[in-house]
């Protein structure tokens, strides 16, 4: 029976100690786990598992997620973010991965891509959009929304309870069972610390910078033309199947995988997609 040990460290970037997860053989294959909203490395832990024995995998949090610890007067926006996992990669010294985004995972891995582009080996998306059409009418009242109207800062703040974060995990799921009650407990829990609520209010105020470096990052893809492997749960309320298929008008010979899940689809599909990123790694890593 393989299963591999799981070291938690943590490494010391700009004045924010960034922990992270690592398993697997230092010469192997490279994967990098980006998390998403509202959740931190913890949400890879069972994907972890299930590839660490052959591939070098390594999830971080980022500032104002996990255990990751940022100062007093941190700036909480994407950009920083992309800042402070672009300097943990060059502390870890890796020079070549593939890299898995989700979520708030996209707006931060296209930003090191766009920076270096030669660190990337191959994309796996996972619900992390990057399209206009991958933006429900939820989303889009979302992003719209801005410090100065009434209101706004209470609409984020409401996202941030046990309600909104538990039906995260559980919306669109085909079932609810299958969706261990550790993720959405453990994400509650870090979001109640001090200082975590303004950080994500902050996120969720400049997340507007995201979709107006779509065109920029659509861009990114049709020039690098990376190996991508796209994998999406069809019932996300933030980001439906539409902005899953529009990788493939960018990237077609991107492979595209839809499942019958909500937003959080590892939760309930990692049997079926670890096996098609191991097999993904596998070939982008010999390209």
Known sequence: ??????AHRFVEVEGVRVFYREAGPLDAPVLLLLHGFPSASHQYRRLIDALGTRYRVIAPDYPGFGHTEAPEGFSYTFDRLADITEGFIERLGLARFVMYVFDFGAPVGFRLAERHPEWIAGLVVQNGNAYEEGLSDGARSFVALSPEQPGA?????????????RGQYEG?????????P???TLDQHFLDQPGRAEAQVALAFDYKSNVE???RWQAWLREHTPPALVVWGRNDPFFPEPGARAYLRDLPEAELHVFDTGHFALEENLPEIAPLVAD??????KR
């Open 1 to 6: 029976m393989d299963i591999p040990r799981v």
């Open 172 to 180: 669109g799921t085909s079932d609810p069972e299958l969706v261990a």
């Open 280 to 285: 993904f790694l596998d070939r982008a890593w």
């Open 213 to 215: 470096s779509y065109p």
């Open 153 to 165: 800062e209470q609409t984020i703040r409401e996202l941030l309870t046990l309600q909104g974060t």
């Open 182 to 184: 550790d993720g959405w």
